[in-house]
């Protein structure tokens, strides 16, 4: 049987293991009060930047003019793209798996844009030859990147694949500038061609 000077002992050490910081791991003060609240904080700079990301993909696309001119913007803004992955030598390959996913990004949302906005204004139009025929086309974009996210980053046959995929795009985007999409245009009113525009921008937001 314990004597009292052994049970004041235990006593004292329990309450010294109590202000040690011996705590339960359901404890939401201290370190871990601290972690929870470091991990709050790196979230909602997760969601601000998604959203300021949104708000800026909105704000641009509003600021490039009507649909035709937005989409002509966008065309410089990957072929720009196409110039920096161009510039890259075969030992960057991580910084040319970024500049391809980069460019997988933008034709992605363009793509989404023209085939749920444009192409269907075009058949509405009655130019349902223009809008099979480059929304073909789209396949071909899908297949290129495909096939450059599998290839070896360091081979000399990915650099003349871009190339060879960079001369489609560029045909793609003449025939759009030069011909389609001016005729959509002018057989639209002012009020359409707002619609379209609105209709469009939104489309590229849910994408960003």
């Known amino acids: 049987m314990a004597t009292k000077t052994e049970s004041k002992q235990r006593s004292n050490n329990r309450n010294s293991n109590r202000s040690n910081g011996n705590k339960s791991a359901f404890n939401w003060g201290g370190d871990t009060g601290v972690l929870f609240g470091a991990a709050l904080a790196g979230a909602a700079v997760g969601i601000a930047a998604n959203m300021g990301r949104k708000l800026f993909v909105q704000a641009t696309s509003g600021a490039m003019g009507d649909w035709a001119d937005a989409l002509a913007t966008e065309h410089k803004m990957t072929l720009a793209i196409f110039d920096k992955i161009e510039a890259t030598s075969d030992d960057q390959t991580m910084m040319r798996t970024t500049l391809l996913a980069k460019l997988k990004y933008a034709l992605t949302k363009h793509a989404l844009e023209e085939e749920n906005v ?17 929304e073909s086309e789209h396949g071909y974009v899908k297949t290129h990147l495909y096939e450059l996210e599998t290839m070896a980053k360091d081979s000399p ?5 871009v190339r060879d995929f960079r001369s489609m795009i560029e045909h793609h985007m003449q025939m759009e500038e030069n011909e389609v999409f001016p005729a959509l245009r002018s057989q639209l009113s002012d009020e359409q061609n707002s619609k379209l525009s609105a209709m469009m921008n939104k489309e590229g937001y849910k994408f960003a």
């Open 118 to 134: 444009i192409y269907p204004a075009l058949r509405h139009a009655n130019s349902v030859h223009d809008a099979d025929t480059l």
């Open 157 to 161: 046959e990915w650099l003349a694949r």
